[in-house]
């Protein structure tokens, strides 16, 4: 089966701008996970989806974030406006029960 | 301090040297996830424990429920071993969010 797929790999926006990142989930995973590392701290939770709906989104640092899911199977995160220290690894993670999940490779988002 | 601390942070070894990673977490959890991530790439899940222990080809992770603690073993450490090594656990109640050690980064010489 395809993997989780998330793009873009790499993204280096301006201060102010807006980004969007997106994640493909391995198909039939209702369970859709972001987290995000910052540079030299451990990865974070920022929330999780079960099919389309938020189970919990504690973790969403402020309301600059929003992420959706789409009829339960992509989701995107859009960072508007980016802040520096917004900087760091977003990765997605899938899967069809509680454990176990599938992680994405990130993407890199570098605010300048 | 880290609900969930790893040691040690930076590690470097030679080629064919045992190599010890250590966690430890101070929730009570349902699960706890070995994970490695090579430079530049995504996320690989190693192992799954809940208890004991459990090997894979050179790799071994055991886990101590009552100590809240868990190793991964590295036997016969070669260069492609090089990586980011990260400890994640599932908290026992609550969602199904985990919770990460800030990796322990391996690097093994030839």
């Known amino acids: 089966e395809a993997g989780v797929t998330q793009f873009p790999s790499h993204s280096v926006i301006e201060k102010g701008q807006t980004v969007t990142l997106r994640c493909d989930p391995i198909?039939?995973?209702?369970?859709l996970y972001w987290y995000r590392r910052v540079m030299g701290k451990e990865i974070k939770f920022l929330l999780h989806f079960v099919k389309e709906s938020k189970q919990d989104e504690s973790g969403m640092p402020n309301n600059r974030f929003l992420a959706e899911r789409t009829g339960g199977t992509y989701s995107t995160l859009k960072v508007q406006p980016a802040e520096l220290e917004d900087s760091g690894v977003y990765f997605c993670a899938s899967g069809r029960g509680p454990y176990g999940y599938t992680f994405g490779s990130g993407t890199r988002l570098t605010v300048v | 301090k880290n609900e969930v601390e790893q040691s040690p942070q930076n590690l470097t070894a030679q080629e064919g040297e045992f190599i010890t990673i250590n966690c430890s977490y101070s929730v009570g959890i349902s699960a706890l996830h070995w994970l490695q991530q090579h430079p530049g790439g995504g996320i690989v899940s190693l192992f799954m424990l809940s208890s004991g222990k459990k090997k894979h080809g050179r790799l071994i992770a055991t886990i101590n429920i009552q100590e809240k603690h868990s190793s991964l073993h590295i036997t016969a450490s070669h260069p492609r071993d090089s990586a980011v090594y990260i400890c994640?656990?599932?908290?026992?109640?609550?969602?199904?969010?985990?919770?990460f050690g800030t990796g322990t980064r391996l690097k093994v010489l030839a």
């Open positions: 198909s039939g995973h209702d369970n």
């Open positions: 994640a656990v599932i908290r026992a109640s609550g969602t199904y969010k985990y919770i």
